[in-house]
């Protein structure tokens, strides 16, 4: 099993411009959400899905679109970069009850000038 | 609503030395608690986690926790720290939304630690 894969794994973005990052697993986790690291503020929910089609609203979710179509497939997309959007990102999945463990992705360390 | 406290961003031990990482939780019912480790540059791992049962919980690498509900605490130790435990550790609490029952994961700021030799 390759687990949480994510790319790229590293963005440089000019401000305005909209890019995809791309989170895939293979574990058949219903359950997939995308955080951001910041420094002194630990991970904080973007985004998150339930299940193929169904996705809803994290903590930060303002500048960010996200969809399912699959249940291996859960895709980011900056709309319009900003340079507040700097940040490393990180997709999860788990089987979605609240004891489950979340898997990580390695990240993608985006940069906004 | 639910949050997480770790005390100290940076903890620096000696190799050799007991590892104490804080953590205490705000939540208006009982949470399952996670401690995730994050080597440089990779994602996240779990490290524990408590759901039901035992208080005293194990995990990889020497680690343990004790889930403590009167001091809303959920604090991580090692008796003998090793250098390649430098890495950032992040606890967590996680609810059931009203939504299907699936998790709502609140992390802690994280806490670095670092080993000297």
């Known amino acids: 099993n390759a687990g949480v894969t994510q790319t790229p794994k590293f963005q440089v973005l000019k401000t305005g411009q909209s890019m995809t990052l791309q989170c895939a697993q293979d574990?058949?986790?219903?359950?997939m959400s995308w955080y951001r690291q910041d420094p002194g503020m630990g991970l904080r929910l973007i985004h998150y899905?339930?299940?193929?089609?169904?996705?809803d609203q994290g903590e930060v979710p303002n500048g960010y679109n996200v969809s399912r179509s699959t249940t291996e497939d859960f895709p980011l997309r900056l709309l319009s970069a900003a340079p507040s959007q700097t940040s490393v990102y990180f997709c999860?999945?788990?089987?979605?009850?609240?004891?489950?463990?979340?898997?990580f992705g390695p990240g993608t360390r985006l940069l906004v000038l | 609503a639910q949050s997480v406290t770790q005390l100290g961003s940076h903890v620096s031990v000696s190799e050799g030395a007991l590892v104490l990482l804080r953590c205490n939780y705000s939540?208006?019912?009982?949470?399952?608690l996670f401690w995730y480790v994050q080597y440089p540059n990779q994602g996240l791992q779990l490290l524990l986690k408590?759901?039901?049962?035992?208080?005293l919980v194990k995990g990889i690498n020497g680690f343990e926790a004790e889930f403590k509900k009167s001091e809303t605490s959920f604090h991580l130790t090692k008796p003998s720290a090793h250098m390649s435990d430098a890495a950032e550790y992040f606890c967590a609490v996680s609810l059931a939304l009203s939504f299907g029952g699936y998790q709502k994961v609140t992390f802690g700021i994280g806490t670095k630690l670092q080993v000297i030799p």
């Open positions: 408590y759901t039901t049962g035992a208080t």
């Open positions: 899905s339930v299940g193929a089609g169904i996705t």
């Open positions: 999860a999945s788990s089987y979605g009850g609240a004891q489950e463990t979340q898997y």
């Open positions: 939540s208006s019912v009982p949470p399952y």
């Open positions: 574990m058949n986790h219903e359950y």
